[in-house]
């Protein structure tokens, strides 16, 4: 069982910077890959960045690539996600989720743990 506790997010303006942490409790975090992921409203909810245990693998979005940074650190078990140069259009909440393998997983609907969510509103 993994619990996930997210914090950071909130309102910047476009071009800010903001970086959201997870924090997880479980035994099994430094064996699972990380996922971030965002849910703008009436649009369904789609991956962002993907890290995986050992975090030499990651994974990002096309929109995203250049801007934000997935890392982990195994032994505070949290996992990060730095945004900069945030635009308008990367408001959304936006949520960590975990998923106990050792491979890239890129899939929603293959994680098993996912956080509360934490609100990004970037403004234009």
């Known amino acids: 069982q993994v619990q996930l506790v997210q914090s950071g997010g909130g309102w910047v303006q476009a071009g800010g910077s903001l970086r959201l942490s997870c924090a997880a409790s479980?035994?099994?975090?430094?064996?699972?890959?990380m996922g971030w992921f965002r849910q703008a409203p009436g649009k369904e909810r789609n991956i962002v960045a993907a890290?995986?245990?050992?975090?030499?693998?990651?994974y990002y979005e096309e929109s995203v690539k250049g801007r934000f940074t997935i890392s982990r650190d195994n032994a505070k078990n949290t996992v990060y996600l730095q945004m900069n140069s945030l635009k308008p259009e990367d408001t959304a909440v936006y949520y960590c989720?975990?998923?106990?393998?050792?491979?890239?997983?890129?899939?929603?609907?293959?994680?098993?743990?996912w956080g509360q969510g934490t609100q990004v509103t970037v403004s234009s």
């Open positions: 479980g035994r099994t975090f430094s064996s699972s890959t």
């Open positions: 989720a975990a998923v106990e393998a050792r491979m890239m997983v890129t899939s929603a609907g293959t994680y098993d743990y």
């Open positions: 890290i995986t245990w050992s975090g030499s693998i990651t």
